[in-house]
Antibody, heavy 119, light 107 residues
C-alpha cells in the first residue's frame, strides 16, 4: 500500500547530529516531494524543509537553515533529514510527509521518529 | 511567514454536540487551507483541504468553510472517535505554517 515508513527512535547527545530516513512505497517516488515537520512535546507542527524527489531541489525553513540537510536516494525511494548541532530543545518527533510543491497540504505522513537529545 | 491562530485552544464537549473551531491567517491565503486531526502518538490525518474539500474516507460530519483570512472547521455531531487535537495549515505560500492546535476534550 501507499506509505511512508520512517526509521526508529534515536537518542543523541547535545552537539551531535541525527539522520532520519523516510522510505516511500506504493507510489512513484519521483512524482512527489517529501517534506519534514517537527513536533516538540506538547507543541504544534513546524515545517522544516522539503525536497523535490525528482530533481533533488531543496528549500529549508529559515529557522533550521544551516543545521538541516534533506537528501534523497531515488534508487532506494528514500528521503533523509539530517539535523546537526543538536540541543535539548530539538527533542521532538520528526515526521516526513508527501506533497506536490514547496507549499502543499499533506495527504500522506510517516509514522514519526522520536529524537531525544540528552546528555 | 504567515501566522495562523486557532480558537479556542481547548474545547470541552459532549458526544452529539456541534463543535466549531476557528482559524485566522495573518494575511489572505485565498482558500489554501487544510485541517488535520491528530491523536496522541500518531501522525496528523488530513480531514479537509482547499478550505472545504472533504478528504476521501473522512466522515461527512466534518466540514470546512471560509476564505481569505478566516476559516472554520465544524463537526456536526461529535463522536467518541473525534476527541483529538485539530490543526489548521496554510499552504498559500512558503513556508507552510500550522496553527497552535485545538484540543477537543470530553466534557
Amino acid at each position: 500500500q501507499v506509505q511512508l515508513v520512517q526509521s526508529g527512535a534515536e537518542v543523541k547527545k547535545p552537539g551531535a547530529s541525527v539522520k532520519v530516513s523516510c522510505k516511500a512505497s506504493g507510489y512513484t517516488f519521483t512524482d512527489y516531494a517529501i517534506h519534514w515537520v517537527r513536533q516538540a512535546p506538547g507543541q504544534s507542527l513546524e515545517w522544516m524543509g522539503w525536497i523535490n524527489a525528482a530533481n533533488g531541489n531543496t528549500k529549508y525553513s529559515q529557522k533550521f537553515q544551516g543545521r538541516v540537510t534533506i537528501t534523497r536516494d531515488t534508487s532506494a525511494t528514500t528521503a533523509y533529514m539530517e539535523l546537526s548541532s543538536l540541543r535539548s530543545e530539538d527533542t521532538a518527533v520528526f515526521y516526513c510527509a508527501r506533497g506536490w510543491d514547496v507549499s502543499t497540504y499533506h495527504r500522506l505522513w510517516g509514522q514519526g521518529t522520536l529524537v531525544t537529545v540528552s546528555s | 511567514d504567515i501566522q495562523m491562530t486557532q480558537s479556542p485552544s481547548t474545547l470541552s464537549a459532549s458526544v452529539g454536540d456541534r463543535v466549531t473551531i476557528t482559524c485566522w491567517a495573518s494575511q489572505s491565503i485565498s482558500r489554501w487551507l487544510a485541517w488535520y486531526q491528530q491523536k496522541p502518538g500518531k501522525a496528523p490525518k488530513l480531514l479537509i483541504y482547499e478550505a472545504s474539500s472533504l478528504e476521501s474516507g473522512v466522515p461527512s460530519r466534518f466540514s470546512g468553510s471560509g476564505s481569505g483570512t478566516e476559516f472554520t472547521l465544524t463537526i456536526s455531531s461529535l463522536q467518541p472517535d473525534d476527541f483529538a487535537t485539530y490543526y489548521c495549515q496554510q499552504y498559500n505560500s512558503y513556508p507552510g505554517t500550522f496553527g497552535q492546535g485545538t484540543k477537543v476534550e470530553i466534557k
